[in-house]
């Protein structure tokens, strides 16, 4: 994987043997989650579904910043408590989440529920002479660690150029930042050894990764934009608390784009998750993310999106392909010439479809590989008359491999195991059929037409009506 600390691709080899700890940083719950989150938590979403997958166990932590300078500003905007509206925007993003169909993390730390241990950790870097009460609050000093910079390649002396202590500030240098902020009049607060108040931003996720993942553990993620100041400060304040390297591995995802421009909130050429999940298909918005790799800048179009959607459409049809031929496919005695072909085929992308998930998170190059197999299957079935078994579950095989690591497909999976349905709905085919016979087609149309409302596709066919599922 891509390690941003030193800036190549490095084997990974996790600080416990079978276990992956991996801490995301989380929103600031102030507003609602938009696309450019999106990108951010299905591309970790996906590097811990391939970690599972391989065999890994994780312990995943992803924090909730519910005090901020962010949400009391939204709050005094509208009136509402800053807890109340940011206990209603941390509710909306689960909910975003699981319509992501994102897993949920392990561990969800607010930091509202973390006071203590981080008045305890501010207080630990006092002791050790990293930080300093100012006038307004408590600070790191900057320059008494030496490895600053090491993650993002900032200079000291180059945030010290044309910058300066406003008046009203507490701290001695430009580069200093906040560890406990002194509260304002109407600002939530609590007490502390430096008089009430609340914590800075930086100091929250060094509190609550190291509480729940130890002092040093594997994946530390998040969006571009985190890389200065957020973790630069972060490894600076907890390794200068420890003493000891934080996190192994260092991840980071690239921004998605809208006209050349950064996804953001501040230029208000945002779309929320919301307004997009009642357009499309949750799969849809997966696979349109999962169409570049992780750590490259995304473009939004609509043309992208309707290219996705046209995707997950093929993928699905193949799907269908595979459960209708398995009704007439055969246990074979020998493989002919075809078998060999589509075995070969599958077997080979296959390969290529893990070599790229191995090589950093491709799924660029692993979605090659899938649509690869959807073409060898759905060649092979225009060839044959009578399909072998064996083939086609070497396909689903497949399919349910990426369906648990792309978090698609999850649904029609599940639909298999739990059967059911399908007997209905060959009754309601056959009594069709017997409506046609009768030339009652008023009613054998409304049939169709009702199941097509719920998501039944029926194909007349020489040999027979066929039904195949709807999802996009």
């Given at each position: 994987?891509?390690?941003?600390?030193?800036?190549?691709?490095?084997?990974?080899?996790?600080?416990?043997?079978?276990?992956?700890?991996?801490?995301?940083?989380?929103?600031?719950?102030?507003?609602?989650?938009?696309?450019?989150?999106?990108?951010?938590?299905?591309?970790?979403?996906?590097?811990?579904?391939?970690?599972?997958?391989?065999?890994?166990?994780?312990?995943?932590?992803?924090?909730?910043?519910?005090?901020?300078?962010?949400?009391?500003?939204?709050?005094?905007?509208?009136?509402?408590?800053?807890?109340?509206?940011?206990?209603?925007?941390?509710?909306?993003?689960?909910?975003?989440?699981?319509?992501?169909?994102?897993?949920?993390?392990?561990?969800?730390?607010?930091?509202?529920?973390?006071i203590e241990e981080i008045i305890d950790f501010v207080r630990k870097l006092e002791d050790r002479g990293y930080a300093y009460e100012g006038s307004d609050g408590v600070y790191f000093e900057v320059q008494k660690f030496g490895d600053y910079g090491k993650l993002s390649g900032i200079k000291v002396e180059e945030l010290r150029?044309?910058?300066?202590?406003?008046p009203g500030e507490g701290k001695k240098n430009p580069e200093d930042f906040a560890l406990w902020k002194k509260a304002k009049p109407g600002e939530p607060k609590w007490p502390s050894p430096w008089g009430e108040g609340r914590p800075g931003w930086h100091i929250e996720c060094s509190t609550m990764s190291t509480k729940y993942l130890g002092e040093q553990f594997d994946i530390h993620g998040g969006g571009n934009d985190l890389i200065f100041p957020?973790?630069?400060?972060?490894?600076?304040?907890?390794?200068?608390?420890?003493?000891?390297?934080?996190?192994?591995?260092?991840?980071?995802?690239?921004?998605?784009?809208?006209?050349?421009?950064?996804?953001?909130?501040?230029?208000?050429?945002?779309?929320?998750?919301?307004?997009?999940?009642?357009?499309?298909?949750?799969?849809?918005?997966?696979?349109?993310?999962?169409?570049?790799?992780?750590?490259?800048?995304?473009?939004?179009?609509?043309?992208?999106?309707?290219?996705?959607?046209?995707?997950?459409?093929?993928?699905?049809?193949?799907?269908?392909?595979?459960?209708?031929?398995?009704?007439?496919?055969?246990?074979?005695?020998?493989?002919?010439?075809?078998?060999?072909?589509?075995?070969?085929?599958?077997?080979?992308?296959?390969?290529?479809?893990?070599?790229?998930?191995?090589?950093?998170?491709?799924?660029?190059?692993?979605?090659?590989?899938?649509?690869?197999?959807?073409?060898?299957?759905?060649?092979?079935?225009?060839?044959?008359?009578?399909?072998?078994?064996?083939?086609?579950?070497?396909?689903?095989?497949?399919?349910?491999?990426?369906?648990?690591?792309?978090?698609?497909?999850?649904?029609?999976?599940?639909?298999?195991?739990?059967?059911?349905?399908?007997?209905?709905?060959?009754?309601?085919?056959?009594?069709?059929?017997?409506?046609?016979?009768?030339?009652?087609?008023?009613?054998?149309?409304?049939?169709?037409?009702?199941?097509?409302?719920?998501?039944?596709?029926?194909?007349?066919?020489?040999?027979?009506?066929?039904?195949?599922?709807?999802?996009?």
């Amino acid at each position: 994987m891509y390690n941003t600390l030193t800036k190549q691709k490095e084997e990974f080899r996790p600080l416990r043997e079978g276990e992956v700890r991996m801490y995301v940083c989380g929103p600031t719950v102030y507003d609602y989650t938009h696309l450019g989150h999106a990108r951010t938590y299905v591309a970790f979403d996906v590097i811990r579904r391939y970690l599972e997958h391989k065999g890994y166990m994780v312990l995943m932590v992803m924090n909730f910043t519910d005090i901020d300078d962010k949400i009391i500003r939204r709050a005094n905007e509208t009136g509402e408590d800053p807890k109340e509206l940011a206990e209603k925007f941390l509710r909306y993003f689960l909910e975003d989440m699981t319509a992501l169909k994102i897993k949920p993390a392990d561990i969800y730390p607010r930091v509202t529920e973390h006071i203590e241990e981080i008045i305890d950790f501010v207080r630990k870097l006092e002791d050790r002479g990293y930080a300093y009460e100012g006038s307004d609050g408590v600070y790191f000093e900057v320059q008494k660690f030496g490895d600053y910079g090491k993650l993002s390649g900032i200079k000291v002396e180059e945030l010290r150029q044309g910058a300066r202590v406003e008046p009203g500030e507490g701290k001695k240098n430009p580069e200093d930042f906040a560890l406990w902020k002194k509260a304002k009049p109407g600002e939530p607060k609590w007490p502390s050894p430096w008089g009430e108040g609340r914590p800075g931003w930086h100091i929250e996720c060094s509190t609550m990764s190291t509480k729940y993942l130890g002092e040093q553990f594997d994946i530390h993620g998040g969006g571009n934009d985190l890389i200065f100041p957020h973790h630069e400060n972060e490894i600076a304040q907890t390794e200068a608390c420890t003493g000891k390297q934080w996190v192994r591995y260092w991840l980071h995802t690239g921004f998605l784009m809208v006209n050349g421009e950064k996804m953001s909130k501040s230029l208000g050429n945002f779309i929320t998750i919301r307004e997009m999940l009642k357009r499309y298909n949750p799969e849809v918005i997966r696979l349109f993310i999962l169409q570049r790799h992780y750590r490259t800048p995304l473009d939004y179009t609509e043309e992208g999106i309707e290219h996705a959607k046209n995707n997950l459409e093929r993928l699905y049809n193949t799907l269908e392909n595979i459960r209708v031929a398995m009704s007439k496919a055969e246990l074979p005695f020998r493989w002919e010439k075809e078998e060999f072909e589509a075995y070969n085929a599958i077997r080979d992308a296959r390969k290529k479809f893990y070599d790229a998930m191995d090589d950093d998170f491709n799924t660029a190059e692993a979605l090659k590989a899938v649509f690869e197999v959807s073409n060898a299957v759905n060649r092979y079935l225009t060839r044959v008359e009578k399909p072998a078994e064996s083939i086609l579950r070497k396909a689903l095989e497949f399919f349910k491999a990426v369906s648990e690591v792309f978090g698609i497909f999850e649904d029609y999976f599940r639909e298999q195991k739990a059967g059911g349905e399908e007997a209905l709905i060959q009754f309601l085919i056959d009594v069709r059929a017997r409506l046609r016979k009768e030339r009652n087609f008023a009613l054998a149309d409304r049939i169709r037409a009702e199941l097509r409302e719920m998501g039944i596709q029926l194909e007349d066919t020489p040999e027979g009506t066929i039904w195949k599922r709807i999802r996009v």
